[in-house]
Every structure is written in C-alpha cells, then in structure tokens.
C-alpha cells in the first residue's frame, strides 16, 4: 500500500460566486429582476455599472446602490421586496463546498475566501448556506477596500492566512484573476467544472480518501 507525500499545499484560497455559490448579482439575475419588477434593463444596467464597483468596495450600503439603480424614481414595489427577490438567486454548489471541506478536513488547510461582493449580499450567503463551517477569513472587497483585480486583495490574504505564496491553491472562475494570483507565486486554478478542479489540486498534492485504489470523484 502507497502513500501519498504531504501537499506542499497549506491554504486554499477561494472565490466564493462561481465556485461555491452562483454569483451574487450577475447580469442574468439582473436581467430576470428586470422582467419580474417590469424594469427597462438597459437603463438598470448602466446606473450598475456606474456604481456597483463602489458597493462592493464597501463604500455604499444596498440601500443606496438599489436608490441609484432602482429606486431614483417612484416604484409600484418596495426596496424590501426588491431585495429579498436579489437575495433569492443565490445558489450553492454543494459537490464544489464538500469538496472543499473534505480537503481541508483531510490535509489541515486554512481556507480563505478571496471574494468581490457587497456586504449585504455576503453577509446574507454566508449565514444562508454557512459558509463559516468551511471557510476562515473572509477576505472580502467589501470588508477591506479592496476589489479584484487589484492584487493588494491577495497581499492582504496572505498576510492575514500568514501563507507564503508558494504554499496556496487559488481556485478562481475568472481567468484575468487567476493569472494575477500566478504573477504573485500563487497556484491559480481556473475553476470549470468539479472534475477538472479536483484534478488541478490533486495535481499538487490535495487528494481525497481512497477507496479501492482510486481516488474518490463525483
């Protein structure tokens, strides 16, 4: 019987839309708000993308993006049932948060979430499919300041994980954000499916249990 060497992996970092959850607040959502609420989305989608950047840097509360993207004129609806229909769209990927958790269990990682969201909706996603049960810091733009692609978002989750660079996996959808995680010494893995990902951080080193000589796959 063989063994595995230990990963020279000690720290996960993870984005949280795209890889653990659906994404907070994306253009198809926005979209099916529009149809639902009888918004014109082109108008919507501008005043968002004039401000959103701003709310997930932490410098604006949903009330005031959703006052400059929905509610600048009078509406036959509330601000409540408008964000209680944003909040509804949320979805988790649970071969993807089992994964993790098996992982971290299995190898003693650190996880840290490296994530672009508003506080509002993070906070929300993180009670309703508690992620606090998988990750350890939460290394959010909207807590420090800091939105990605700027990389001092990933400086600063290394100095609160105290990982070196070379000892982090960085599990990413967007291709842009893992290759700025690469141009820092990070492992960036572009996250497609679950198989593929499984595969990426086997590759260095973080497998699960065994069973009848294969390594476990959904």
């Not at 993006?65 to 408008?82: A, G, I, N, S």
């Not at 609160?160 to 010494?185: K, T």
């Amino acid at each position: 019987m063989t063994t595995n060497p230990p990963s020279p992996i000690t720290t996960l970092f993870l984005d949280i839309g795209g890889v653990l959850l659906t994404n907070g607040w994306d253009h198809t959502m926005r979209q099916h708000a529009a149809e639902v609420f009888q918004l014109d989305y082109e108008e919507m989608n501008e005043r968002h993308h004039l401000t959103f950047d701003t709310y997930e840097e932490g410098k604006l509360s949903l009330d005031e993006y959703l006052q400059r993207v929905v509610f600048y004129q009078e509406r036959p609806f509330t601000p409540d049932k408008f964000q209680r229909f944003m909040f509804s769209q949320s979805r988790p990927y649970p071969d993807m948060i089992r994964l993790i958790t098996e992982l971290k269990q299995r190898h003693h990682l650190k996880v840290a979430a490296v994530s672009n969201e508003g506080r509002e909706l993070t906070e929300y996603r993180i009670r309703q499919f508690e992620l606090g049960n998988v990750i350890d810091f939460f290394i959010v733009s909207c807590f420090v300041h800091f939105r990605k692609p700027d990389a001092d978002i990933y400086r600063i989750a290394l100095d609160v994980a105290q990982a070196a660079p070379e000892e982090v996996a960085y599990v990413e959808d967007r291709p842009m954000f893992v290759d700025i995680a690469n141009s820092l010494g990070i492992h960036g893995i572009r996250h497609t499916t679950y198989q593929d990902t499984y595969a990426s951080l086997h590759s260095l080193g973080l497998h699960l249990a065994e069973a009848n000589g294969e390594s476990i796959r959904r």
